[in-house]
Structures are given as C-alpha cells and as structure tokens.
C-alpha cells in the first residue's frame, strides 16, 4: 500500500509529535534504527509533546499523582496515575535510558515485586502482569529475574482454550489480550520453548475467532480504535501483536485486515475513535472516578492510530 506524498508529509511534518514520527519511519516505512531520522525522532521523545507533558507531572521520586507509596496508590487514579503514565511513556516509545524511565522502573519493579511470580498484583492478575511486562520490556528490563518470573507467570497462567482472562474464568477472552501484547516484544531469538509454544496457542485462540468473534453478538467498543489502550481491547490491537508476532498473511485475519482498510478515511487517514474507558459491558461498569487519558480529539484523523494502521498493513503485505 502506498503511502501518497501529502500522507507522508501529514505524519512526518516536523511540528508533528515525535513519538509519531518514530512509528511512521520504522514501522510503517521500515526505516532502520541506525537511520539518522529515526534516531532524531527517538531523541526528540521526552523532550518535548506528548512524552514530556506526561515526564512533567512525575514525583521526584520516580511516581505519577498519588502523595504515597504502594501498590494500590501505583495504580490509581485510572488513568493518570502511576501504571498508566508508564504504560503509555512505554508506548510512545521513549528513551529507556532516560534517567526519569529508570528511576519510575525501578520503583515500580521494588513495589510490585513478587518472591514466586516475579510480579503481583493482586493474584497475578493477568492484566496488570502482561502490561507490566510489555511496558518493562520496553524500559530495557527483559532480563531481570521478576520481569522473568513473570513472563513464565503469563505462559503457566494461560486456559485449555489458549487464552487468558483477567478474572476468575475457566475460559479465555479477546479482552484478555495483555499476555499476547508482552510476548509480541520479546526479541524472538530471547523466547524461550515455553514462551514459543504459549504463543501459538494464544495465536489459534484469536485467529479462530478473527480477532473479533466472541458471542451471539459484535461487541461494538472491539470495533472503536483507541490510543492510549491501556488494557482495554480493540481489533487494531489484536491486528498490532498478531502481525508483529508474524502471523500477518493468515488467511484468517482478512476479515480484520478488510475492515481496517474500510475504516480508512479518503485521504488516507484514521480516526481515533474512543478514549478509555470504553465499555458497553454492564457486568463492568466504572466504579471510580477516573481521568482519561487523551493526545488527540476523538472523531478526528489520528496521526498515532494512522501511524499503527499503516504499520499492521505494511506486516500483513498490505
């Protein structure tokens, strides 16, 4: 799929925020990391727009919002608060080495330690571990022994059915996603036997219900595309780690691929859709306040939901 030169310059434009323009030359353009225009845009990342804006509001302690310590007050408020300001940092692709992303990730990786499962938080639970990973594997913690425990945590956690679910449940869900997501960033030289048979089974779970089907009927908020995610789903997200876990050309995710293509908008754009939280679920309904957290308006081109699209069809061979 070509990308026309006004696209081009939409997403590369040098007011454009940097962590953009870092997606768009390397996974949408295939750039190497070496190019000196992808190292410009990783450098620019935390300097200033969205990362920054997020770095500004961080504790001199390495913590997000809350006055004290602990695991519960990590996680709150949703979704401003500790967990959710690194998980998005982690997905805008800033600089691990950044003095501020190690202090937040040692911080994190001393409280929420876990002696048998590497991390905890609370039983394991398989949301918050797989995001944990994910976005500590981003900071450069793949070989810590808790990011380790962990990531075998996640294969041992998985069902019969090859999903995962973030409550009590004999079954998997397409919302139970997390596992996947972290998986999807571990080098594939650094998977071991256990993490490569886990993500086949996970594969089949979701390449046999088209990333999509789970139900009598669509669930409409899988059909809204997001950023931040966070840990809620949507078919762009299941397009984004099945494609980077090399799944791409299976015949069975042409039903996803086509409809992102449908949503595409004349000039080559995608809209972001939805903040988060977004759910029409009345067995989980928003018992708390919380902040959403937002970079561009919903109902209008995304650069960043542009940037991943272009991305997941360029794997696919789109």
């Not at 998980?87 to 190690?102: E, H, Q, T, Y």
Request: charge should be positive; include cysteine; hydrophobic fraction near 35%.
């Amino acid at each position: 799929m070509a990308i026309s030169k006004r696209l081009r310059d939409w997403l590369l434009h040098r007011d454009v925020d940097a962590s953009v323009r870092y997606r768009v030359l390397g996974d949408a353009l295939g750039k190497s990391q070496g190019d000196p225009a992808v190292v410009r845009a990783r450098k620019q990342i935390g300097q200033k727009g969205w990362a920054a804006q997020i770095l500004s509001r961080q504790h001199r302690d390495g913590h997000w919002e809350s006055e004290t310590i602990s695991q519960f007050e990590l996680y709150r408020p949703k979704y401003s608060g500790t967990l959710w300001s690194m998980l998005a940092l982690s997905d805008l692709g800033v600089n691990p080495k950044d003095p501020r992303i190690v202090k937040a990730a040692e911080l994190y990786l001393r409280v929420y330690q876990h002696a048998k499962h590497g991390l905890g938080f609370p039983d394991q639970e398989i949301c918050f571990m797989g995001n944990s990973v994910k976005m500590l594997i981003k900071f450069g913690r793949l070989h810590d022994p808790r990011v380790q425990k962990a990531i075998a945590t996640i294969a041992h956690k998985q069902k019969k059915d090859g999903g995962w679910h973030c409550f009590r449940s004999s079954t998997g869900t397409l919302d139970g996603w997390e596992g996947m997501g972290a998986f999807a960033v571990i080098p594939e030289e650094e998977r071991s036997p256990e993490v490569r048979r886990s993500i086949e089974r996970g594969a089949e779970f979701y390449l046999e219900r088209r990333l999509l089907n789970e139900g009598p009927t669509p669930y409409a908020p899988w059909l809204r595309l997001h950023f931040p995610v966070h840990y809620y789903y949507d078919f762009l997200v299941g397009l984004d780690f099945m494609t980077a876990l090399g799944y791409g050309k299976d015949r069975r995710l042409r039903p996803a691929l086509n409809r992102l293509e449908r949503m595409r908008n004349r000039d080559g754009t995608w809209n972001l859709d939805a903040l988060q939280p977004d759910s029409d679920d009345p067995n989980y309904p928003v018992r708390r306040s919380y902040y959403a957290m937002g970079f561009e308006l919903p109902g209008r081109p995304s650069r960043m939901i542009t940037a991943i699209a272009l991305a997941v069809l360029k794997r696919a061979g789109r």
